[in-house]
C-alpha cells in the first residue's frame, strides 16, 4: 500500500507560479510511475504530467506543456509540479497518483492504483 499527500495548493493571480508537492509513504519502492492528474468544477479527472520513479522520462498533456514541470526526489520519497504562468483554467483541484505497473503512457486514471486526497489551485484574473 501506498499512501500520497499532496501540498503546495493556493489561491494566486494569472502568471503567478506554485510548486506542488506530493509526499510518499508505505511502500514507496513499489512505485513504477507517478503522476499528476486535476480535476475542474463540472470536469472529468485529467491527466497533467507523469514520471518515471527510476529513469528521467517524463509527459506532459499538451495544455501545460512549456509551463509546467514535473520533478522528484527519490531520498525524500517526494514527487513535485512545478506551474509557471498559471491561467485562470488551471483552476482545479491538483491530485497525485502512483502506480506500480508499467505502461508505455501512463495517461489513464485507470492505469494509477494510488491516489492522494487532491490540493486546490485558483487562479484569479
Known amino acids: 500500500q501506498v499512501l500520497l499527500v499532496e501540498s503546495g495548493g493556493g489561491l494566486v493571480q494569472a502568471g503567478d507560479s506554485l510548486r506542488l508537492s506530493c509526499a510518499a509513504s508505505?511502500?514507496?519502492?513499489?512505485?513504477?510511475?507517478m503522476g499528476w492528474f486535476r480535476q475542474a468544477p463540472g470536469k472529468e479527472r485529467e491527466f497533467v504530467a507523469s514520471?518515471?520513479?527510476?529513469?528521467?522520462?517524463?509527459d506532459y498533456a499538451d495544455s501545460v506543456r512549456g509551463r509546467f514541470t514535473i520533478s522528484r526526489d527519490n531520498a525524500k520519497n517526494t514527487m513535485y509540479l512545478q506551474v509557471n504562468g498559471l491561467k485562470p483554467e488551471d483552476t482545479a483541484v491538483y491530485y497525485c497518483?502512483?502506480?506500480?505497473?508499467?505502461?508505455?503512457?501512463?495517461?489513464?486514471?485507470?492505469?494509477?492504483?494510488?491516489w492522494g486526497q487532491g490540493t486546490q489551485v485558483t487562479v484569479s484574473s
Open positions: 497518483a502512483a502506480t506500480p505497473r508499467l505502461f508505455d503512457r501512463t495517461i489513464l486514471t485507470s492505469q494509477y492504483d494510488y
Open positions: 508505505g511502500r514507496p519502492f513499489s512505485i513504477y510511475t
Open positions: 514520471i518515471r520513479w527510476r529513469g528521467s522520462s517524463t
